[in-house]
């Protein structure tokens, strides 16, 4: 699957963290700071279809489209792995690079629903019993890796073993899902594989969207962290394949698979460019991108909407902006102080400064961890709590947990003042722009928020897998699936030797007692309204918590050339289907 609920962090408008190789969300600097109808051949919404109108897509069918031409794309940093599954490729921007060369069973439309992708998946079927969910599948025989190789039962099976958590050598972007299976094996053959899980297992396509990795490429832990710091042909399937990669410049080169064996790709070229995210909308506006992120970035969007041959596409979507406080920094680990915090950020403020100069409809403060609006199952947690903007709330929190105003106007505690860091995104707008509100803001409830630049070039996403900060901002790269990844960010589990430790992509490394008895009812519960029920659930602890401060929903704003097709803001969806994108004629 390509857009599964991980979340990838992004720092401002371009790099983010993804987990969609599991279903989960993914993280991004921010640098602008299960359906049955197949995935190949003409698009078929209709306009009237709300799924057509979820997106900004130039939704056009293949036979309107030419034959030729190529796109060019880029990634804002240097490729350290090849694996998306592993903790240090969970990104975005690494995500959409590899989509054209990746298995993808399911596809997504703009609603976020799961179509099953017929190159890959034959068909998918459930069954219940004595409790627990058996999902057996039946694969296109005709599905190959790059070298030859049929994909099969085996992939599935090591790629289950090596991201389902017990083996914590393995640095896993998140194992939820995989952790909720049983058994994996072949059926009648390799062609068939039946998958049984411990429980029911509501989001089970999160899983199986993503397709398998290859056996050979996941065999230890040592092949799995390291083995994929170059790029390995075999590894990899797809509508393109890759053809060039300059380390030097960071120049990707794909074109199409000569095994392949679906709907030929109309483009006989895509090119990834290493390009520093503040750099790229002058690029775009000068004709050397064809495709670029904007997100948040008020003088990005304007320079997009001006560039010639170009359009700006729009849709929601189910990214949003926040801070992560590292419960393990000094003072942090104080749910008071992280609440006091909360109550001292203006968030509305923040949210219309990052986006001023975006279309105003597009500016949504956020007030939910788990839940977007938009979603089924919004509930505003910060109204729900009464743990809003309220600065005499917030200093009234540290006064009744001991803390005194210093002489400095900080407060102070057993001869300490409450000096917080925030790691600001070098070069990431959005990041400087939110550290000098939250300095001044929360300056004025006796916080001192001190800064340390972070070179994104060379410390991203190392600054969040090493937890080199206080507080810092990223965007969550969502997916359809709000509660699949509760786990990933906000859980923790036992290692080899018993010991509970935070989840990779719990930045925070906070333990919330709520999630973790929740989190195994709604992993499990197949009834939609009680899901949502215990979501919310979910979502108010985390709020109370103090987990993140979600800040706004990051729109999705997409400048792309104007006769690019298939391609664009893609609503709920994360990732096109490449072989469909092309040039109109």
């Given at each position: ?387 809003d903007y309220n600065p005499d709330g917030a200093k009234q929190k540290l006064e009744g947990a001991g803390w ?182």
């Amino acid at each position: 699957m390509k857009q599964p609920k991980v979340l990838l962090p992004i720092i401002a408008g371009g790099l983010a963290l993804v987990l969609a190789a599991c279903g989960g969300p993914v993280a991004t600097p921010d640098t602008s700071a299960s359906g049955s109808a197949p995935a190949t051949g003409a698009p078929s919404a209709e306009p009237s279809d709300p799924a057509a109108s979820a997106w900004d897509i130039n939704e056009t069918p293949r036979d309107q489209l030419v034959q030729g031409g190529e796109f060019i794309g880029s990634i804002g940093y240097p490729i350290s792995t090849w694996n998306q599954f592993n903790i240090n490729g969970n990104d975005a921007e690494l995500v959409q690079l590899q989509a054209p060369i990746s298995p993808a069973y399911y596809d997504y439309n703009g609603l976020g629903e799961p179509v099953i992708n017929n190159d890959y998946l034959e068909s998918a079927t459930e069954d219940v019993t004595d409790g627990k969910l058996t999902i057996t599948m039946k694969l296109n025989p005709k599905a190959v890796w790059n070298d030859g190789k049929v994909i099969g039962a085996d992939d599935w099976i090591a790629t289950w073993k090596a991201n389902n958590g017990e083996d914590r050598d393995f640095a896993v972007a998140s194992s939820d899902g995989w952790s909720e299976i049983e058994s994996i094996k072949a059926g009648a053959d390799q062609q068939e594989v039946i998958i049984t899980f411990k429980s029911t297992y509501p989001d089970w396509t999160a899983i199986v969207s993503t397709g398998p990795q290859r056996a050979e490429g996941v065999k230890d832990a040592k092949t799995y962290n390291d083995g994929w710091a170059d790029y390995v042909d075999e590894y990899f399937t797809g509508p393109f394949k890759v053809s060039s990669w300059d380390k030097t410049s960071g120049t990707v080169v794909m074109e199409p698979n000569p095994n392949w064996w679906g709907d030929k790709p109309l483009l006989d070229k895509l090119t990834w460019k290493q390009i520093a995210d503040d750099a790229k909308s002058a690029a775009f506006a000068n004709q050397e991108l064809d495709y670029y992120d904007i997100g948040p970035n008020p003088a990005g969007y304007q320079e997009a909407s001006s560039a010639q041959n170009s359009v700006v596409r729009k849709s929601n979507g189910p990214d949003y902006r926040h801070f992560t406080l590292n419960s393990k920094s000094p003072f942090l680990d104080d749910v008071n102080v992280r609440q006091a915090i909360l109550m001292g950020l203006d968030r509305e403020t923040i949210a219309a400064s990052d986006m001023a100069g975006l279309p105003e409809d597009m500016i949504k403060k956020l007030d939910n961890n788990l839940y977007v609006h938009g979603l089924p199952g919004y509930v505003d947690q910060a109204a729900a709590t009464g743990l809003d903007y309220n600065p005499d709330g917030a200093k009234q929190k540290l006064e009744g947990a001991g803390w005194a105003l210093n002489s400095a106007g900080f407060y102070e505690k057993d001869g300490k003042q409450l000096d917080i860091e925030f790691a600001t995104l070098g070069g990431v707008s959005t990041s400087e722009n939110e550290y000098v509100l939250a300095h001044d803001q929360l300056k004025a409830i006796g916080v001192n928020l001190t800064q340390r630049v972070v070179d994104v070039s060379k410390d991203w996403p190392g600054v969040l897998v090493e937890h080199k900060f206080g507080i810092v901002a990223f965007s969550w790269i969502g997916t359809p699936y709000p509660l699949n990844n509760i786990g990933q960010i906000y859980g923790v589990s036992k290692n080899k030797k018993g010991e509970e430790v935070p989840n990779d992509s719990n930045y925070a490394q906070l333990r919330i007692d709520k999630v973790q008895e929740l989190k195994p009812l709604i992993d499990t519960e197949m009834d939609p309204a009680k899901r949502t029920e215990l979501g919310n659930q979910a979502a108010q602890a985390i709020w109370e918590a103090v987990h993140t401060i979600p800040l706004y929903q990051r729109p999705r704003l997409v400048g792309v050339r104007d006769t690019l097709a298939n391609i664009g803001a893609l609503g709920m969806s994360r990732v096109p289907v490449w072989e469909n994108v092309g040039y109109t004629k």
